[in-house]
């Protein structure tokens, strides 16, 4: 059985390929293989990601997003992702880096600054959401929780930009308790087998979080939004900006 959509043969060979090698590495972000599980923010995408941080900045006052773009640029040096450029931020940037700002924007909007908090992320991708966070934030800890070989890629990405207290693990077994549980779609993407062990085992002992969940095929047997939110006492708001019709973004823990 596939734990998720992203348990398949080719995506696991491209995160071994470019934790051990380095050329691949450098450019990871490119191959089709790993462009079909990440990296395929279009153009048009990143311009609403673009838009809803603007609208984020200005409703919650925080800082703009010019006062960390140095460092949020840092997530496109390695990969070689496609950019493109914004004029009214005068740079190259990759659309899917400016959905992990929009994320990060959003969770200071929601919980305030999360500085000092234990955060366990479900599926990390190669890191770009801890990275962007990082630049935010001064967290007392991060875990991401994927395969092994993600787990590998993410650790050399991270490693080489620098990012402190990052911790990886592949196992449920002993659990995971944090201040702060977040989830990119990779929850909605498992098996529902494997979203109850997460559930029991990391979602119920976080006081906070914050989960982009998405619509897979009935094979895979997912747990239904309402029940989640239900177990959780979270609430289930619309994805903005809107990737699919059916998206949702399950909050709990605000109060």
Known sequence: MNTSISDKDSYVQICRAAAENDNIFRQFKRYPQYQEILEHCSREQGQAYLDEIHKIQSDYNLPTIQTYLDNFLQNDLFGDPITFTYLELGVSISPSTLRYIKVAYELWA????????????????????????????????????DLEVANMLQHRYLNTLGVKNVYLASSLDNGFKSDLAISNYAFSECHGDIQERYLEKILQNSARGYMTLNQIGPEMKPMPYDVLAEHLSGTLIDEVPNTHPENKILIWGTK
């Not at 919980?111 to 190669?126: A, K, P």
């Open 110 to 145: 929601t919980f305030g600054r999360l500085d000092n908090l234990h955060i366990t992320e479900i599926g990390g991708g190669y890191g770009g959401q801890c990275k962007v966070l990082s630049d935010i934030f001064n967290f007392a800890s991060y875990t991401i929780i």
